[in-house]
């Protein structure tokens, strides 16, 4: 989460990973350890930052207050859809300083929201309605073999697509079909960027 590496002043240096705790309709991504984001059923995102700290680098207190603030402060500028105060755009689902190790998991209303926040690209869309550079990525299957453009892909409507532009793992609630040729395929649910334009198409 870019926005939260602000607190480096404080020596709190991280990144964000993912967990799809206090989502109902939330992925389960409980097995990553690594820089996470995914893609909800309800078309929420959540996202699980962990980071390594030496000895006396950091204080659970001060990761608190400095997450906690940021959250606060973007939710007062992008009130929740539902119009409703105990809505919130962005929830704070855990902080966690445990074994030189800090852990933050945050769900956010929209893929947008995940974007604005963290200063970054993230899209959530239609895989016939991916266009401009993304269009033009070669893609290959779950098994490897190289497909070719996205025109090549059969029956392209019957997929969503998840584009990034940032280096992490990437869950989705579906079963993945095709990545562009940069991404690695981890199981039938997730994959990894590289931290170039990527795209993941599942259904």
Not at 19 to 35: H, I, L, P, R, Y
Not at 131 to 143: I, M, N, P, V, Y
Request: proline content about 1%; some cysteine; overall charge negative.
């Amino acid at each position: 989460m870019r926005r939260l590496k602000g607190c480096a002043a404080a020596g709190l240096l991280w990144t964000l990973s993912v967990c799809a705790a206090g989502c109902g309709a939330g992925t389960d991504v409980s097995k990553f350890t690594e820089n996470t984001v995914a893609v909800n059923k309800d078309g929420s995102i959540t996202e699980l930052a962990v980071e390594s700290f030496g000895e006396d680098y950091y204080s659970q207190d001060a990761l608190e207050a400095y997450v906690n603030a940021q959250v606060e402060a973007y939710n007062r500028e992008h009130p929740a859809d539902s119009g409703k105060e105990k809505d919130k755009t962005i929830t704070v689902d855990e902080i966690s300083v445990k074994d030189d190790s800090a852990r933050v998991v945050l769900t956010y209303e929209t893929a947008q929201d995940y974007a604005d926040f963290n200063y970054t690209q993230l899209e959530l869309v239609e895989a016939s309605d991916i266009s401009g550079d993304a269009a033009g990525l070669s893609f290959k299957d779950t098994q490897g073999s190289e497909t070719g453009s996205l025109s090549a892909i059969p029956d392209i409507a019957d997929y969503e697509a998840v584009i990034t532009y940032t280096a992490h793992n990437i869950a989705v609630p579906g079963k993945i079909a095709y990545v562009s040729s940069n991404v690695t395929l981890l199981d039938r649910s997730s994959a990894q960027s590289d931290g170039t334009l990527s795209v993941v198409l599942y259904r």
